[in-house]
């Protein structure tokens, strides 16, 4: 399935990317005032109806209308164009996110970049792999001088305060699941997000993550993200190297309260 989940979103990488070289689309705000644009709904479009050939399993995406999910164990999370923000912003590092979730957990994931080209993907238990189709993995273990990726939003004073506990040297900001394939590669120690996002922002990033030797873990809990929630939406959450124990250390220092911002 991983040839035909990689065509997929090539095509859907490819379709993005005429609505974004041309210029011909105009950005409208959806209820939660997350923007939209014509390409969002045409890679939608591709994706949703290429994963109903290729199986049975419902398909939510971002784009989807979310009563119609019913209760199968088994599903599909797409996020057809994840950073809409960089792409009008004329960002490069807007991706394509495709996950199957099963018994609540993240089974397989595909994250595809429109503009490089490149693809990461991985398996439960046969491992991550990068755009240049080789195993990857994040061997910056026992690192002290610890690097983040970020979100674009403007760090809060909680956050600010997290980066100076940890002893964070540098954050490198992305508006995308992009940031987990970096963890994943080894280009950063972690990713911390204290706001909250949708399961489908997640889902892909979280097994390429965890099949690459890292651990995306939700603060209420300590345990690992699952899916399936109500509304699809995810609490606060903390991506690292499985070496590191941040969501630990938060809990002792009492710093893992919900947030509404990143």
């Known amino acids: 399935m991983i040839d035909e989940l990689r065509t997929l979103a090539e095509a859907a990488g490819r379709e993005i990317l005429s609505y974004?070289?041309?210029?011909?689309?105009?950005?409208?705000?959806?209820?939660?005032?997350?923007?939209?644009?014509?390409?969002?709904?045409?890679?939608?479009?591709?994706?949703?109806?290429?994963?109903?050939?290729?199986?049975?399993?419902?398909?939510?995406?971002?784009?989807?209308?979310?009563?119609?999910?019913?209760?199968?164990?088994?599903?599909?999370?797409?996020?057809?164009?994840?950073?809409?923000?960089?792409?009008?912003?004329?960002?490069?590092?807007?991706?394509?996110?495709?996950?199957?979730?099963?018994?609540?957990?993240?089974?397989?994931?595909?994250?595809?970049?429109?503009?490089?080209?490149?693809?990461?993907?991985?398996?439960?238990?046969?491992?991550?792999?990068?755009?240049?189709?080789?195993?990857?993995?994040?061997?910056?273990?026992h690192t002290t001088d610890l690097l983040a990726a970020g979100s674009r939003s403007i760090p809060t004073e909680r956050m600010t305060m997290f980066y100076e506990h940890f002893q964070v040297s540098d954050v490198v900001r992305f508006g995308s699941a992009l940031k987990f394939c970096k963890l994943a590669q080894g280009d950063f120690d972690l990713y911390p997000r204290f706001g909250p996002t949708h399961e489908w922002d997640t889902a892909a990033g979280q097994i390429i993550a965890e099949e690459a030797g890292c651990k995306v873990i939700d603060l209420a809990t300590q345990a690992p993200m699952t899916y399936g929630k109500p509304g699809f939406l995810n609490r606060g959450f903390v991506a690292s190297r499985a070496d590191l124990d941040i969501v630990g250390e938060l809990h002792r220092r009492g710093m893992t309260g919900p947030s509404k911002t990143s």
């Open 20 to 141: 974004y070289r041309s210029g011909d689309w105009s950005v409208t705000n959806k209820a939660d005032d997350s923007p939209l644009t014509q390409a969002d709904l045409a890679a939608n479009l591709i994706l949703t109806t290429g994963l109903a050939k290729l199986s049975t399993d419902p398909v939510i995406s971002e784009e989807s209308d979310l009563r119609t999910f019913g209760t199968s164990r088994r599903f599909w999370l797409v996020d057809p164009l994840d950073g809409t923000r960089d792409f009008v912003a004329k960002l490069d590092t807007f991706v394509v996110c495709i996950a199957l979730v099963e018994d609540s957990k993240p089974n397989l994931g595909m994250i595809h970049s429109p503009v490089t080209g490149e693809t990461w993907w991985a398996k439960k238990n046969l491992g991550a792999f990068g755009p240049n189709g080789a195993r990857i993995g994040n061997e910056r273990k």
